[in-house]
């Protein structure tokens, strides 16, 4: 090999090195996105599991593995790129290959079934499930028991700490119901409501209408999807250098 071409072989595999230090980082930046969804804080994964569709959170625990394994795999392609041997840059590139197919199931599965959540789904499930009679045949309804509590305790906790009311306002209970929920009205520091007349009657701030539920589905999986493209957008091309670079090695 010429002092010339030996140069460029260097400045391209400190190049790889680089790209594959890039994928360790963006790696175990975004493990903690999935560890945020899967841990689920704002305790929204009852609403997602009674609707018969957890799919974006098996999504989540894909992300979650596929970026560790980004970055251990990335950790290994420096090292295989630095020594430049066949059969380690080979079994890098195997491995990223697959890690590869896992973040695209994770980021399409997350980025589609996000949009599955529509609001008249929850709506559906708020009216049916919401603080009705538990069940008394036991075991076999625990199932329906946790998705009712969880169902009636998530509402009333994102009714207060959202400000909201509902999935589409207050007119949720009102037309199909003709119940006036509590957890709709404005509450001071102390948890106790502000003015309760005129929460009854809709008169704003003291009467919550704003919606954000969808938001907050969409707040949660853009972490897991769209950040996964990003990784793979930058993965592929990283993927393409290193089988180059293994097609100039003498066999």
Known sequence: MTPDLDTKDRCFRALLIWSNLVIACCGIALMPMCIFFISDRGRLYVLVYATGNDS???????????????????????????????????????????IYAFEVASAITAATHKDWFVPDLFLKQMLQKYNKPLPDNLPSTQDQIYVINGITETWNRFMTESKCCGVYGPEDWVKNE???????????????????????????????????????FIRHSFGVSW?????????????LGVIFHYTQLDF
């Open 56 to 98: 974006i959170w098996r999504g989540a625990w894909k992300g979650l593995f596929t970026r560790f394994s980004l970055f251990c795999t990335s950790i290994f392609g420096m090292h295989a790129i630095a020594v430049s041997k066949i059969n380690i840059l080979l079994a890098y590139i195997l491995l990223m290959a697959i």
């Open 178 to 216: 003709s119940h006036f929920r509590q957890q709709c009205c404005q509450q001071d520091a102390m948890g106790a409501i502000s003015h309760l007349e005129a929460c009854k009657i809709g008169v704003s701030p003291f009467l919550h209408a704003q919606v954000t539920l969808k938001a907050d």
């Open 227 to 239: 950040f996964g493209f990003a990784i793979l957008c930058w993965t592929f091309f990283v993927i």
